[in-house]
C-alpha cells in the first residue's frame, strides 16, 4: 500500500497548504512518522511533481486499517527479546509449532533495550502458542484471546449441559 492507495477524499492540496510532501510510491509504512512530524497532520502527495490530494489522520488509519484482515479465531500475543535473540523466523516457527498460523507480526523497542513483538495467530486460544514460544525462551509479557467471553460462555453452556446429562441418569 502506498500514499496514493490513502488520499483523503475530498481534500485537496491547494485547500489544505500541507507544510511537507511526499511521493506516491511512498510505502504507508514510511508516511507514519512523517505525518506524525507535520503540525496539522497532513501531507501532501505528489506524483511527477503533480499534486494528487492529502493524506490526513483519518485516511491513513483507514489505509492502515484496510491491511489487517479482521478475523475472530486469531489472539494476539506479545513477547520481549535481546535485540540478539530476535528472528522473526523464529517466532513463526516457534508459533507454527503449536499448529498455529503467524497471521501479523510487529516489532517496537521495548524497555531496557528489548525488543517488544506484538503477533497475532491464528488460534482463537494462544496457550499452546505461548508455550511453544516460551520452550523457544521468548518472554511472554502478555496474550489476549479473541472473543475469550464468548468462549468462555460456550464452555459454561457445555459444563452445565453435561451436568444436566448426569443428573438425568
Same mark, same amino acid.
Given at each position: ?29 514510511e508516511i507514519i512518522p512523517r505525518l506524525l512530524d507535520t503540525p496539522m497532520r497532513e ?27 479482521? =478475523?475472530? @479465531?486469531?489472539? /494476539? %500475543? ?6 540478539? $535473540?530476535?528472528?522473526? +523466523?523464529?517466532? &513463526? ?41 516460551? =520452550?523457544? @525462551?521468548?518472554? /511472554? %509479557? ?6 475469550? $467471553?464468548?468462549?468462555? +460462555?460456550?464452555? &459454561? ?13
Amino acid at each position: 500500500m502506498t500514499a496514493k492507495d490513502i488520499l483523503s477524499l475530498g481534500k485537496t492540496i491547494e485547500e489544505c497548504h500541507p507544510v511537507a510532501t511526499v511521493e506516491s510510491d511512498m510505502p504507508v509504512l514510511e508516511i507514519i512518522p512523517r505525518l506524525l512530524d507535520t503540525p496539522m497532520r497532513e501531507l501532501g502527495v505528489t506524483e511527477d511533481g503533480n499534486p494528487l490530494g492529502i493524506i490526513d489522520q483519518t485516511s491513513l488509519l483507514e489505509g492502515i486499517g484496510s491491511m489487517i484482515a479482521s =478475523r475472530d @479465531d486469531c489472539s /494476539v %500475543i506479545t513477547v520481549e527479546c535481546q535485540p540478539e $535473540d530476535y528472528s522473526a +523466523s523464529v517466532l &513463526a516457527h516457534a508459533v507454527e509449532d503449536s499448529d498455529a498460523h503467524l497471521v501479523d507480526l510487529l516489532s517496537s523497542p521495548g524497555e531496557e533495550g528489548r525488543i517488544k513483538v506484538t503477533l497475532r495467530v491464528r488460534h482463537s486460544d494462544p496457550s499452546a502458542a505461548i508455550r511453544s514460544l516460551e =520452550r523457544y @525462551d521468548f518472554h /511472554v %509479557i502478555e496474550a489476549h484471546a479473541s472473543g475469550s $467471553d464468548i468462549l468462555e +460462555s460456550q464452555i &459454561a453452556a457445555e459444563r452445565l449441559l453435561s451436568l444436566q446429562a448426569l443428573m438425568n441418569v
